[in-house]
Every structure is written in C-alpha cells, then in structure tokens.
C-alpha cells in the first residue's frame, strides 16, 4: 500500500502508518529497529533498494531523509515536508517513509525524524554517501545507537578513513570495513591451520580502494608485523600474501568471485570470495549493535604507517657480506698499505723460517 503526503506532518505520517497497517490486516508491529537513511535524490533509489533487501532479514521501519534545500533563493526560504509512506508488499518485510525535506527544513531534519522513530528499538543511522565528518556528532547520528558510513563513497577514499580514525564513537563502523569480513574470516581459518611465525604481509587491491587499506591497517595491528600495500587493477581488492618460516600463505582473488588458497604443505584450493551486494552488508551491520571495537583499532592504527612505494624499498634490510667475507675485508682495512715493488720482494725471514722447518 502506498500513500502520498504533501506538505505534510510528523504527526500525519504517524497516522498514515497507522492507516496503512489497518488496511493490509496487520495492526502489529512486529520490526526490530528503526534506519535512517540520509541521502539525496541521486542515490536515494539504491540505498533504499538495499534497506529494502536487508529488511527481509531485519523487519524495519525504514526513514529516507531526502534532502531538496532547493537552487533559488525563494526555494531555499521556503519549508516543507512530503512524504511517501509504503506498507505491506510496497515495503517488503517493514514500513518506509520517504521523506524529502525542502528549505530550511533541511537544517532541521532530526525534528522530522524524532517522532517518527518506533518506540523502545534501537536507531541506525546510514549516510550511504556524502557522510559528516563526525557522525556522532550530527544531529541526526545522535538518535542511533550504530552510525554506518561508507568511504568507498567519498571523494578521497583514503582521506575519508583519517576522518573516520580522528572521530570515531562507539557505534560508528564503515562499509569499507564491512566488505572485507569475508577475507579476514578466510585469512584468519588459514593461520589456524598453519601455526607458523609471520614475518611480514602483502595486501594487493585497486588503487583508493579503502577496504583494502583497511585490511592491511588489521593485519599489521593484528600481527605487528610490517605490511606493503601494493596497487593491482581490480576488481576491489585482489591478494594478500602472509611470509612465514614454512613459506608463503597466498590467498589470490583475481576475477573479484572465487578465490584460491595457497599454503605451504598443502594442496591449493578453490574458494568463494564473491564481491558482496551493499544489502548483504547492511544485513550485516544491522545483526549487531554493540560497538566494533576491532574496527576501532583498525582503523585508528593509521593509513600512513603502512607501506607503500619507495618506504616498502626503503624498509627492506641491505644485503650484507657473508661473516667470512667481511671478516676478510675487515682485515685487509687494517693493514697498512704497500707499495707495489716493496710487496713483490722476498722475505728473508719467512724464508729462514721455512728452511728451519724443513
């Protein structure tokens, strides 16, 4: 069932919902959470798709705070709220209101959201794009319990995680960091298999790709061992190699679907490492909604002590001579130098020597 609102209310979008789930026979409300969606026209039909998808498995109300604060100085003054309230097989496993705020309402938005959220259930707040600097402090993330942003969507990836690093608050978590649990659940099985001590890591992924970052950022706060990021063509991230003292452990995605797992000692093997849909990361992020103190850590160990580049060469130990050799060398440093005819002459007393021995 669906019902337009125009120039509407919190509390005529409170009675439509109830209207609505009146009219389908389902007066209960039987959904766990409430999301917000913060987003603009442009990417409000995608996040709201995944929502949708995710709200199979978590049954939602579903808030998209569309903002319109307009292209003339008229339509920025001017207030007003419209709304699009779906319920039933519109909204598959939950209720969603489409908010679009116009004006100076835009400023204003958690006014329009606060009486709308369901009572005594936890809040989730999703920028899917263009998220704050801080989340936790935006007036909107300070009604949620969990704050999921995504820094694949920023302009500058990798910046976007300082970002996230500088403000973090528990209950914030990031997309970026989302796609890669299968990888970290995979290379964490593989070093139970092979208890061996690692020396140094390779993650290989596409160029401001921020997962990638992300799980070098894991594996050297994990294993304090140095790790090199280096850049591939994708898609997303591609390989990560783990040197131990048994060899080396390789686990190479390169068709961005499945997988091989290389060890030392055993045979390789083929595994599913298919690259996720944002519903199945949303599905993820909303089974659980206490604070991600791995992510934390993560992502708060920092971007610029990974290495890349010229600092992987730099890091990489000299060649030094063999003890022998240098042994050698160091001896001819201490002895004095010769002059060439003075070295060709014989040594009478080496030669006495020589003779008395016989």
């Known amino acids: 069932m669906k019902i337009d609102l125009t120039e509407t209310t ?6 439509a919902l109830i209207e609505g789930r009146r ?39 579903i ?21 699009e309230v779906l319920v039933g097989s519109d909204s598959s496993a939950g209720e969603t209101v489409l908010l679009r705020l116009h004006g100076e309402l835009v400023n204003h938005a958690e006014s329009v959201v606060l009486p709308l959220l369901l009572p005594d259930a936890p809040v989730v707040v999703w920028w899917p794009a263009d998220a704050p600097d801080n989340p936790a402090q935006h007036p909107l993330g300070r009604l949620g319990q969990r704050r999921i942003t995504d820094a694949s969507a920023a302009e500058d990836p990798v910046a976007a995680l300082g970002l996230r690093a500088a403000s973090y608050t528990p209950g914030d978590t ?13 290379l964490a099985a593989a070093l139970d298999q092979k208890h061996s001590k690692i020396s140094s890591a390779v993650v290989e992924g596409e160029a401001y790709n921020p997962s990638a970052e992300l799980l070098a950022m894991w594996l050297a706060d994990r294993l304090d061992v140095p790790v090199e990021r280096t850049v591939s063509d994708g898609p997303g991230l ?11 452990i390789c686990l190479d995605r390169a068709d961005g679907a499945l997988a091989e797992l290389a060890m030392p000692g055993q045979p390789d093997r083929h595994v599913a490492l298919k690259r996720r849909e944002t519903s199945e990361l949303i599905a993820e992020e909303l089974r ?3 604070p991600d103190e791995i992510y934390r850590s993560a992502v708060q160990f920092g971007v610029e002590r990974i290495m890349t580049g010229e600092r992987a060469k730099a890091a990489k130990p000299e060649q030094r001579p063999e003890p022998e050799q240098e042994q050698e060398s160091g001896q001819q440093q201490d002895q004095p130098r010769q002059d060439p005819a003075s070295a060709a002459a ?10 008395s021995k016989k």
């Open 63 to 83: 808030l998209a705070v569309i903002k319109r604060p307009g292209r003339t100085p008229r339509d920025r003054a001017r207030t007003r709220l419209d709304a």
């Open 23 to 61: 009219a389908i026979g389902a007066p209960a409300i039987g959904m766990v959470l409430t999301l917000v969606i913060v987003t603009d026209e442009g990417s409000a039909y995608d996040a709201m798709r995944a929502a949708s998808d995710a709200s199979r498995e978590h049954p939602s109300r």
């Open 288 to 290: 659980r909604l206490d």
């Open 346 to 355: 014989p040594k009478p007393a080496r030669k006495r020597t020589a003779e």
């Open 174 to 186: 990031d997309l970026a960091w989302t796609r890669i649990t299968p990888w970290r659940s995979m």
């Open 10 to 15: 919190s509390s005529r979008i409170n009675s």
């Open 238 to 248: 591609t390989a990560v190699r783990l040197t131990t003292a048994d060899g080396v």
